[in-house]
């Protein structure tokens, strides 16, 4: 079964810094790969997601995440923080064994700070 | 284009009680998944649906939960006799079809269950 992992459930970062999110997964099959975001009381909304083309996927709000396979990584980065990207993220893999449930990592806090 | 709707918003149910939660996918979806989000934990996945049948329900708790997507109206998730284990935030997302593992899911603002 696939799996995602999360490290840091927060961090931190100025305004203007790089923002890095981590996200490993485990699958014995080619992962299909999202990063959603959560604000306060509200749904989740799609920010990227990676379905085996481009290795370097680029999503909305300035958000871009690489699949690297030998590390069995899907990084979450954005160059530069603004303050309305303080939400919580939250990275997910397809099931790949028919239909396509999402299972979610425990998601990571982002605060941004002046 | 409306997105998925959801409600109530917030249900607070006393123990023992029913509560009944509704999801209307998106215009021209006809798969809806429910995901639970306890505090403190990312969404977990419970059912997922397409009109008048269930394809997978592998993440429901055996007793007391139960989902339906009927032809016509709303898909409704249905807890009996709750507890207060049950209080999360239920989440329902919907996509145009579940035969693409790379269908984008567009989720609701979900239902915020308090069970007192």
């Known amino acids: 079964a696939q799996s995602v992992t999360q490290l840091g459930s927060h961090v931190s970062v100025s305004e203007g810094a790089l923002v890095l999110l981590r996200c490993n997964y485990s699958?014995?099959?080619?992962?299909?790969l999202f990063w959603y975001v959560q604000y306060p009381n509200q749904g989740l909304q799609l920010l990227l997601k990676?379905?085996?083309?481009?290795?370097l996927v680029k999503g909305i709000n300035g958000f871009e995440a690489e699949f690297k396979k030998s590390e069995t990584s899907f990084h979450l980065t954005k160059p530069s923080a603004h303050m309305s990207d303080a939400a919580e993220y939250f990275c997910a893999v397809s099931d790949t064994g028919g239909g396509n449930k999402l299972t979610f990592g425990t998601g990571t806090q982002l605060k941004v700070e002046l | 284009n409306a997105g998925v709707m959801q409600n109530p918003r917030h249900l607070v149910r006393r123990r023992g009680q029913e509560a009944r939660l509704r999801c209307s996918p998106m215009?021209?979806?006809?798969?809806v998944y429910w995901y639970r989000q306890l505090p403190e934990e990312g969404l977990k996945f419970m059912v997922y649906?397409?009109?008048?049948?269930?394809?997978?329900e592998s993440g429901m708790p055996k007793e007391r939960f139960s989902a339906e997507f009927p032809k016509e109206g709303p898909s409704i998730l249905r807890i009996q006799q709750v507890v207060r284990g049950d209080s999360a935030a239920y989440f329902c997302a919907s996509s145009p079809r579940g035969t693409r593992i790379t269908d984008t899911q567009y989720f609701g603002p979900g239902t915020r269950l308090t069970v007192l």
């Open positions: 215009k021209g979806h006809s798969h």
């Open positions: 990676y379905t085996s083309a481009a290795t």
């Open positions: 699958s014995s099959v080619p992962p299909y």
């Open positions: 649906l397409q009109k008048e049948n269930i394809i997978d």
